[in-house]
C-alpha cells in the first residue's frame, strides 16, 4: 500500500511533515520523499537535529529562496542542510521558506541512534511550527526485549515507565510512549495531524504485536500503520 494514504496523510494538506521516534525514520523519510516525487511534488529533505546526507540527493547549504527554487527546478528532490560534525547535516532553520517552495518538506525531528524505541529527552524533538504531521516510528522488534537491551537512553525509557531495565517492553509500554504528550507525541501542537508508523513487522508474530499495539493506540483516536521494509529498502538508499 502506497505509505502516504496507508498513514493517512495527504500531499496536498499535510505538506511539512516532521517524522520523531525511532526504528526507521530515515527510510520512511525517503520513501515518503520518492512517493512525493512520483506523484509530481517538488520535495525538499531536511532536519530539525541531525541526519546523514543521502548520497543520491542532491545536497546544498544555501536557504537562499531563488537558490532552492533552481535546485528544485532541476532535480525535483533536493536535501536542505549544513554539513557538521561525524559527516551529518544540520539544518539550516528555514522551513517557512521551504514551506514556500517546495510541495512537500520532510524533516527528521530527533535521533535514536539505531535503536527502535525512545522516549524524548528534554531538548527533543524538535518540531517546526510550520509542521502540518508528525509521524511517530517505532520498530516492533523492541518487543519482548529488555529496556536495557533496546532502548535509546534505557533508564530515560525506564524512568518513564516505572520500570527497570531488565523489564520486557511490552505492547501495551509502546503504546504508552506513542501516545503520550511526555513521549512521542511530545511538541505536537493541536492544529498537527499525528500518525504512528509501526515498523519492522517481519514475521507474522510481529504483525499480530503490531496489530495488539495499533488497537492500544486507536483506542486513543490515533491513527496506526503496520510496516515494514526489505533488507534493501532500508535506509532509503534504493529509492533514489
Not at 70 to 92: F, H, N, P, S
Not at 105 to 117: H, N, Q, S, T, Y
Request: proline letters at 5%.
Amino acid at each position: 500500500m502506497e505509505l502516504w494514504k496507508a498513514l493517512e496523510l495527504d500531499m496536498e494538506r499535510h505538506r511539512v511533515v516532521t517524522l520523531v521516534g525511532g526504528g526507521g525514520k530515515s527510510s520512511t523519510m525517503y520513501a515518503l520523499a520518492r512517493q512525493a516525487r512520483d506523484a509530481g511534488k517538488r520535495v525538499i529533505v531536511t532536519t530539525s537535529t541531525h541526519i546523514l546526507p543521502h548520497p543520491k540527493i542532491f545536497l546544498t547549504d544555501d536557504p537562499e529562496p531563488e537558490h532552492l527554487k533552481r535546485c528544485l527546478d532541476e532535480y525535483g528532490v533536493i536535501t536542505l542542510g549544513t554539513l557538521g560534525r561525524a559527516d551529518k547535516l544540520c539544518g539550516t532553520g528555514e522551513i517557512g521558506v521551504c514551506k514556500g517552495l517546495a510541495d512537500v518538506v520532510l524533516i527528521e525531528g530527533d535521533g535514536a541512534r539505531v535503536k527502535p524505541l525512545k522516549v524524548p529527552a528534554a531538548h527533543e524533538p524538535v518540531i517546526p511550527p510550520e509542521t502540518d504531521a508528525v509521524v511517530a516510528v517505532a520498530g516492533l522488534d523492541a518487543l519482548g526485549r529488555t529496556i536495557g537491551e533496546i532502548c535509546h537512553r534505557p533508564e530515560q525509557v525506564a524512568a518513564f515507565l516505572g520500570k527497570d531495565l531488565e523489564d520486557i517492553v511490552t505492547e501495551e509500554d509502546m503504546a504508552t510512549i506513542l501516545a503520550s504528550p511526555a513521549g512521542s507525541r511530545k511538541g505536537v501542537g493541536a492544529d498537527m495531524a499525528f500518525r504512528c508508523l509501526l515498523n519492522k513487522a517481519d514475521t507474522p508474530a510481529l504483525v499480530e504485536r503490531g496489530q495488539a499495539v495499533a488497537r492500544l493506540l486507536a483506542g486513543q483516536d490515533i491513527h496506526a500503520h503496520i510496516h515494514h521494509y526489505t533488507e534493501e529498502e532500508r535506509g532509503g538508499l534504493c529509492w533514489f
